[in-house]
């Protein structure tokens, strides 16, 4: 079969079980439970193009999710204060000021533009500086980190304009749509799904691009690139961006499906647990990273209402036998049932490079 | 090649038809936004159980806590049942772990409102816990019954607040420092929202009642390094403390007290998160002879405490202590079945009429709850941490005294909320 056309039929094939079997058969709860998984896998989409494809180790997403999702919540606590208005919880715990850099939030145009624009930016910056100092592998991976622990720490600490370990919620609506109405939880969830579908196939477009083959051979080759001419910074960061990007639009498209974003959402133990699923479903394919995402999201959601004293046991078994026995991800399993490496690439020599990740993320 | 990137052309292409055919399927049922009229309620109240939900941390930080919590909500559903029930009906428990997040409170809240059908939900102990499941009882409207003290200026008609709110346990922690003649009081607490809001009350009391606030210091949550904090506070020449850090960071905080020298006897530190559970922890040498603000102790003189410590060592072993937020969540279940019963209904909006004036004859004393606030009249108790772990009376208020969230009682607390 040819694999365009393969990946072609997948994606047709998720989009129906997304857009007609997954609301056909699902309860208001469930759905909105799955639109919740499917903004993690957004993140889950950058990680595993930043990760797998680029060998950054990036450990800390859990700040550009938290930007998206804060920005997000802080548009919909002014809409909902009404023209002029102050958030409740200012009222209560602080001094019932607006900060100036609240203000913008106001309108929903300035929110948008800052979500797809601010945290790509910042990764931007900050990977081109970090990488233009051959600053790689698992210092990288600290530093991302590092950036996620001081994220969640600056959230708490401001807990008059920021929510602190309460985060922000009690969103009343989204763009003016009631969020209380199941109708327009539902439109949530299509939304959702559209974008995450949409980010799938713009990865699948890069993948095959000019500018993806140039990542996946900085990640293997980063001095043979350099020699060539290119700039391997510039290469990662923008990756690096890209993936900040994503992880902006999920979380901010999380805060209004969750209802809340706090700084449990931000920090390092839901960074790690973002690239859990990366690391489960594959990282350096197309399709791991989401199946993978949802896949351990629903475990953690289904195996805590069955087992709600030892559920984790279970996901720690879990996560023990795919780094043990699978390291590149359940999607080796197919790796090794057909020879050909057709993870949705064309089986041309030039492109051969797409074998699983790889040590470059590792020194 | 040339047939490979045509190929890539192509489906990209359609990718990108799809994706925006998916999108536009979405906007064509977008629909009139509705007027939000509460869920419609799917209690099954037609069989012979009806079901309940408990709510606790049992992974993540908070588990060890919680833990205590759900054991005594178990306790206390295991002995209704035993005595036929609410209403002539089983009480079937639906459990849940909140994994110490509050998103995932949010999520499992919502799951036994609209999923499992749930009269009542009982749980939550963070602060953040509670605002996270504040607004999906309120829009599914049903009932929280919330067992732990916190930090006032709250009061929902969906949730019932069994433990003690600023005026039951900060003020007279106050009023007893107040009394033993202190003068200059340091305050340090975790950095949440319950320590910051404690310390914004102190601050007014202080002002109000020639009381002088020598240091207020914030440690992250699960800090464990307190050197700074402590040379600050011996510098000060505090002779009191007011102590709301929560968790492990009370093991570090005591050991550095401890370590530089300071006493109990001279420079007493009154906390309000330690409970006889946490005495262990931080080990009883550590903190012999400091003092807590609670509105139960184990040692608590009353025929229902008895009982309750008896059931409750003969369920879970003699080596397990009862504590204040232990014994709110066992309160908690038998106000809800008093107030079932007064109304003879599960039906929310009836539970919410006949709540007001509801008595339960509760380990710690006669509580009655307050229609208006939700909350419950309490007695106070300053306790004092003696070296067989358990935690001793030293001062109680007289009687009950009736919840003020919002402190509307007090002169000096005019401008905090």
């Given at each position: 079969m040819n694999p365009a056309l393969k990946t072609w039929a997948g994606f047709g094939g998720a989009a129906v079980l997304l857009f007609a079997v997954a609301p056909a058969a699902l309860s208001d709860f469930r759905l909105n439970l799955l639109a919740k998984f499917l903004c993690l896998a957004m993140v889950a989409v950058g990680i595993g193009f930043a990760w797998g494809r680029g060998g950054m180790l990036v450990l800390g997403q859990g700040v550009f999710f938290g930007l998206g999702g804060y920005l997000m919540a802080m548009h919909m606590k002014l809409a909902d204060a009404g023209p002029g208005g102050v958030p409740d919880f200012m009222l209560l715990y602080g001094n019932g000021v607006l900060p100036g850099w609240w203000e913008p939030m106001r309108s929903p145009v300035v929110t948008v533009l800052a979500i797809l624009v601010l945290p790509a930016a910042l990764a931007l910056v900050l990977g081109y500086a970090v990488f233009r100092r051959r600053v790689r592998g698992a210092y990288f991976a600290i530093l991302s980190q590092a950036l996620a622990a001081a994220f969640a720490l600056l959230l708490i600490g401001q807990q008059t304009v920021t929510g602190g370990t309460n985060g922000l919620n009690g969103f009343r609506s989204f763009f003016g749509y009631d969020l209380a109405d199941p109708l327009n939880k539902q439109t949530l969830y299509y939304i959702c799904a559209g974008v995450l579908l949409a980010m799938v196939a713009g990865v699948r477009l890069l993948m095959n691009s000019r500018y993806g083959e140039l990542l996946v051979a900085v990640r293997d080759q980063e001095n043979r690139v350099r020699f060539l001419g290119y700039d391997p910074a510039l290469i990662k960061a923008g990756a690096y961006a890209l993936a900040a990007c994503f992880a902006a639009v999920g979380g901010a498209l999380f805060t209004p499906v969750a209802g809340i974003i706090s700084p449990a959402d931000v920090g390092v133990v839901p960074s790690i647990s973002l690239l859990i699923g990366v690391a489960i479903g594959g990282r350096a394919t197309l399709l791991g990273p989401v199946i993978g995402s949802i896949a351990v999201s629903w475990a953690e959601t289904g195996l805590s209402e069955r087992f709600p004293s030892i559920w984790t046991y279970f996901l720690g078994g879990l996560f023990i036998v795919v780094v043990a026995f699978l390291p590149n991800g359940l999607a080796s399993l197919t790796f090794r049932r057909r020879?050909?490496?057709?993870?949705?690439?064309?089986?041309q020599p030039a492109t051969s490079v797409d074998l699983p990740a790889t040590s470059g993320g590792h020194p | 090649m040339p047939h490979s990137s045509k190929s890539t052309r192509r489906s990209a292409v359609t990718i990108a038809l799809a994706a925006a055919l998916a999108l536009s399927a979405c906007g064509a049922k977008a629909g009139e936004s509705g007027s939000a009229a509460p869920a419609e309620s799917c209690v099954d109240?037609?069989?012979?159980a009806v079901k309940i939900g408990f709510l606790n941390s049992l992974s993540g930080t908070m588990a060890i806590s919680e833990q205590t919590v759900r054991d005594s909500l178990d306790l206390a559903a295991a002995e209704i049942n035993a005595d036929g029930g609410v209403l002539g009906k089983q009480l079937q428990i639906v459990a849940e772990d909140g994994a110490s997040e509050p998103t995932v409170f949010a999520e499992k809240a919502d799951k036994l409102i609209s999923?499992?059908?749930?009269?009542a939900v009982f749980g939550g102990w963070t602060s953040s816990s509670r605002k996270a499941m504040l607004p999906v009882f309120e829009s599914k409207n049903s009932l929280l019954f919330y067992p732990v003290q916190y930090e006032g200026l709250e009061a929902s008609k969906n949730i019932f607040y069994t433990g003690a709110t600023t005026n039951q346990q900060i003020i007279p922690g106050m009023d007893y420092l107040k009394e033993q003649g202190k003068s200059k009081v340091f305050l340090v607490g975790s950095d949440y929202v319950f320590p910051r809001t404690a310390n914004k009350i102190i601050n007014a009391y202080a002002k109000a009642n020639g009381i002088e606030i020598v240091g207020e210091e914030y440690a992250p949550l699960g800090h464990t390094d307190f050197a700074t904090i402590v040379n600050k506070l011996k510098a000060s020449g505090a002779d009191a403390v007011f102590n709301t850090l929560n968790g492990d960071s009370n093991v570090a905080f005591f050991k550095e007290y401890k370590n530089v020298g300071l006493k109990a006897e001279t420079v007493p530190v009154v906390s309000v998160s330690i409970a006889e559970e946490e005495v262990g922890g931080i080990g009883v040498e550590n903190i012999e002879g400091q003092l807590t603000a609670w509105n139960y102790y184990q040692t608590v003189k009353s025929a229902e405490n008895e009982t309750f410590v008896k059931a409750f060592k003969a369920e879970y072993g003699a080596g397990r202590p009862t504590s204040d937020p232990m014994e709110a969540a066992y309160t908690s279940l038998y106000l809800w079945k008093a107030m079932v019963e007064k109304a003879d209904s599960f039906d929310v909006a009836a539970v919410q009429t006949a709540a007001d004036g509801v008595t339960f004859d509760a380990p710690e004393g006669t509580v009655t709850v307050n229609g208006e606030n939700h909350h419950i009249a309490k007695t106070a108790y300053i306790g004092k941490i003696d070296q067989d772990g358990l935690i001793y009376p030293v001062w109680e208020s007289e009687g009950a005294i009736e919840p003020d969230p919002f402190l509307k009682g007090y002169d000096w607390a005019a401008g905090l909320s």
């Open positions: 020879p050909s490496p057709a993870t949705g690439k064309q089986t | 109240t037609s069989g012979s999923s499992d059908c749930v009269a």
